[in-house]
């Protein structure tokens, strides 16, 4: 059917394979991982952010994540004693675990995410939640990612994250559609991953943007990659 | 729809007597008496056990208990499939009444998911149902239905009121006259034997060439393995044929056809009833089979 052409498993796992290859250009992190059946698969990256600390931080096993700094970002020194008051707890870091998986139901891509303290203690939703910035807050609850419940990955069986799929296609159709219209190729998985991740900490280099348009869009692929100007 | 209503109501209306224990290093300040339930096969663990858990905190202080969660032999028992699933995946072979053991602490979050309120159970089971209906109508059926059918649907479920719950279920297992089925069956495939918690695929209820499905065809298609085809001793030039183990009769007409999927669409069950009275040789016969060739971990 023409979904198919949209969003159907075989364009996905292209889709996904452009995006790695760009991904391993750049150094961003991503890669691939079978099932142990290899009938499928899905997108994966991990990386690891400090929370920030601040006056107003809980004490406990909480984590009061203000805003998502990329380690780089952070100070190298761990946070000196002058720097936090009296409540405070030390700079901890979080370890982020992205998987992209496609929905046959909805055939649209679906992000799992999950969290943890390096010693494997997990973060609970409202802890993810509360690291969610505020501009998005307001988003998600009007859709169309409508929520962020807690799911079993379909693939590893184990409790995720998940942002709701039910309205992916809406907005990712006109995105296509458009892109085809000015003869322009879009990654779909660069566009749906720009529009989603930034929600729940998961930014893209613009440099992924530029990778996308300047492939020849032939979905059977390309082994050759092109240099990026 | 009206003569498969006893088929359906023998569904809903499925029971596993349970006896639930406290784990034995739970803090008391008396004896824990076990306690016994019949659990609804079309439920779910979290829905039904207020009981249970009111049982058990009677005879503990409050500070040891937070989160209560079930385990079968050492398996945390996840909430969110359909108890008959859990019972038929993991201690279908043994006697009952199925044992349980009840936990307070350590909730094993690597396992399970948490259900901090009956909400959360109510989400979860409406995103398996508009899922289904994803796959069945394209969700067209769902998402003309107003919020109060959605209520409806899991208010039945949660009071097992069956006249209540099909009221509105109904609609969701209809097709338009010059269809021949859904768009797609809704079914997942759980094993034990697998890394991977089940399969799930997108299946058509007719072949190209307008054919019916059968079960047989779906398992065939979507689990090989646990098809075991019988290999004759001798053979014959020009009539060598792999035959599964068991013969999936054609369940005439495209309702019956997907009356099986039904079962799990509409209320997540985990043993497929595949037809009414007369049908139900098949089941047996299946069960027989599949027994035989040594593939007892699938279940449908």
Same mark, same amino acid.
């Given at each position: 059917?023409?979904?198919?052409?949209?969003?159907?498993?075989?364009?996905?796992?292209?889709?996904?394979?452009?995006?790695?290859?760009?991904?391993?250009?750049?150094?961003?992190?991503?890669?691939?991982?079978?099932?142990?059946?290899?009938?499928?698969?899905?997108?994966?990256?991990?990386?690891?952010?400090?929370?920030?600390?601040?006056?107003?931080?809980?004490?406990?096993?909480?984590?009061?994540?203000?805003?998502?700094?990329?380690?780089?970002?952070?100070?190298?020194?761990?946070?000196?004693?002058?720097?936090?008051?009296?409540?405070?707890?030390?700079?901890?870091?979080? %370890?982020?675990?992205?998987? *992209?998986? /496609?929905?046959? $139901?909805?055939?649209?891509? @679906?992000?799992?995410?999950?969290?943890?303290? !390096?010693?494997?203690?997990?973060?609970?939703?409202?802890?993810?939640?509360?690291?969610?910035?505020?501009?998005?807050?307001?988003?998600?609850?009007?859709?169309?990612?409508?929520?962020?419940?807690?799911?079993?990955?379909?693939?590893?069986?184990?409790?995720?994250?998940?942002?709701?799929?039910?309205?992916?296609?809406?907005?990712?159709?006109?995105?296509?559609?458009?892109?085809? %219209?000015?003869?322009?190729? *879009?990654? /779909?998985?660069? $566009?749906?991953?720009?529009? @989603?991740?930034?929600?729940?900490?998961?930014? !893209?280099?613009?440099?992924?943007?530029?990778?996308?348009?300047?492939?020849?869009?032939?979905?059977?692929?390309?082994?050759?990659?092109?240099?990026?100007? | 729809?009206?003569?498969?209503?006893?088929?359906?109501?023998?569904?809903?209306?499925?029971?596993?007597?349970?006896?639930?224990?406290?784990?034995?290093?739970?803090?008391?300040?008396?004896?824990?008496?076990?306690?016994?339930?019949?659990?609804?096969?079309?439920?779910?663990?979290?829905?039904?056990?207020?009981?249970?858990?009111?049982?058990?905190?009677?005879?503990?202080?409050?500070?040891?208990?937070?989160?209560?969660?079930?385990?079968?032999?050492?398996?945390?028992?996840?909430?969110?499939?359909?108890?008959?699933?859990?019972?038929?995946?993991?201690?279908?072979?043994?006697?009952?009444?199925?044992?349980?053991?009840?936990?307070?602490?350590?909730?094993?979050?690597?396992?399970?998911?948490?259900?901090?309120?009956?909400?959360?159970?109510?989400?979860?089971?409406?995103?398996?149902?508009?899922?289904?209906?994803?796959?069945?109508?394209?969700?067209?059926?769902?998402?003309?239905?107003?919020?109060?059918?959605?209520?409806?649907?899991?208010?039945?479920?949660?009071?097992?009121?069956?006249?209540?719950?099909?009221?509105?279920?109904?609609?969701?297992?209809?097709?338009?006259?010059?269809?021949?089925?859904?768009?797609?069956?809704?079914?997942?495939?759980?094993?034990?034997?697998?890394?991977?918690?089940?399969?799930?695929?997108?299946?058509?209820?007719?072949?190209?060439?307008?054919?019916?499905?059968?079960?047989?065809?779906?398992?065939?298609?979507?689990?090989?393995?646990?098809?075991?085809?019988?290999?004759?001793?001798?053979?014959?030039?020009?009539?060598?044929?792999?035959?599964?183990?068991?013969?999936?009769?054609?369940?005439?007409?495209?309702?019956?056809?997907?009356?099986?999927?039904?079962?799990?669409?509409?209320?997540?069950?985990?043993?497929?009833?595949?037809?009414?009275?007369?049908?139900?040789?098949?089941?047996?016969?299946?069960?027989?089979?599949?027994?035989?060739?040594?593939?007892?971990?699938?279940?449908?």
């Amino acid at each position: 059917m023409e979904e198919d052409e949209f969003f159907g498993e075989k364009t996905f796992q292209h889709y996904c394979a452009e995006f790695i290859k760009h991904s391993q250009k750049i150094g961003d992190g991503w890669e691939w991982r079978a099932s142990k059946d290899c009938s499928d698969g899905y997108m994966c990256k991990t990386h690891f952010q400090v929370k920030n600390g601040t006056a107003m931080s809980h004490q406990g096993t909480s984590a009061h994540v203000q805003t998502f700094l990329p380690v780089e970002e952070a100070v190298d020194p761990p946070l000196d004693d002058f720097e936090v008051t009296e409540t405070t707890t030390a700079a901890e870091v979080i %370890k982020y675990e992205y998987h *992209v998986l /496609y929905s046959c $139901s909805y055939q649209v891509p @679906v992000l799992y995410f999950r969290a943890s303290f !390096l010693d494997g203690r997990p973060l609970a939703l409202k802890d993810i939640w509360e690291g969610v910035h505020e501009c998005y807050k307001m988003r998600l609850l009007q859709g169309p990612w409508d929520t962020i419940t807690q799911q079993e990955h379909p693939i590893l069986g184990q409790p995720f994250f998940v942002l709701h799929p039910c309205k992916t296609s809406e907005f990712l159709i006109p995105v296509l559609k458009n892109s085809r %219209k000015i003869n322009r190729n *879009v990654n /779909y998985i660069t $566009s749906w991953l720009s529009m @989603v991740g930034p929600a729940v900490g998961l930014n !893209l280099p613009l440099s992924y943007a530029t990778a996308a348009s300047q492939e020849e869009g032939n979905v059977s692929g390309q082994d050759n990659q092109r240099p990026l100007i | 729809m009206t003569d498969d209503k006893d088929v359906l109501r023998d569904v809903w209306f499925g029971r596993i007597p349970t006896c639930f224990t406290l784990y034995q290093d739970e803090i008391t300040e008396r004896e824990a008496e076990p306690y016994y339930l019949l659990l609804p096969r079309v439920s779910y663990l979290t829905l039904v056990t207020d009981k249970v858990k009111k049982h058990f905190q009677k005879v503990m202080r409050q500070e040891d208990i937070s989160e209560i969660w079930f385990e079968y032999e050492g398996t945390p028992l996840k909430w969110h499939y359909p108890i008959g699933l859990l019972f038929d995946l993991l201690a279908s072979s043994s006697a009952l009444p199925w044992n349980i053991t009840v936990h307070f602490k350590s909730f094993p979050e690597k396992d399970l998911l948490h259900c901090p309120s009956k909400d959360v159970i109510e989400a979860h089971f409406m995103s398996c149902v508009k899922e289904a209906d994803a796959l069945k109508h394209k969700s067209q059926v769902i998402n003309e239905m107003q919020k109060k059918d959605h209520k409806q649907l899991w208010m039945g479920l949660q009071n097992d009121r069956f006249d209540q719950f099909w009221a509105i279920n109904r609609k969701l297992m209809e097709y338009p006259a010059e269809e021949n089925g859904f768009r797609y069956i809704p079914f997942r495939i759980y094993q034990t034997t697998t890394e991977r918690p089940f399969i799930q695929k997108l299946f058509r209820p007719v072949s190209t060439d307008g054919q019916l499905h059968t079960l047989g065809d779906l398992l065939k298609e979507v689990c090989p393995s646990a098809v075991a085809p019988e290999v004759p001793n001798t053979v014959l030039p020009g009539e060598a044929k792999i035959e599964p183990t068991f013969e999936p009769s054609r369940i005439a007409g495209g309702r019956k056809a997907s009356l099986a999927v039904k079962c799990w669409a509409s209320q997540g069950p985990s043993r497929v009833f595949i037809a009414r009275k007369k049908f139900h040789w098949f089941r047996t016969k299946l069960k027989q089979q599949v027994f035989r060739a040594g593939v007892q971990k699938f279940q449908l």
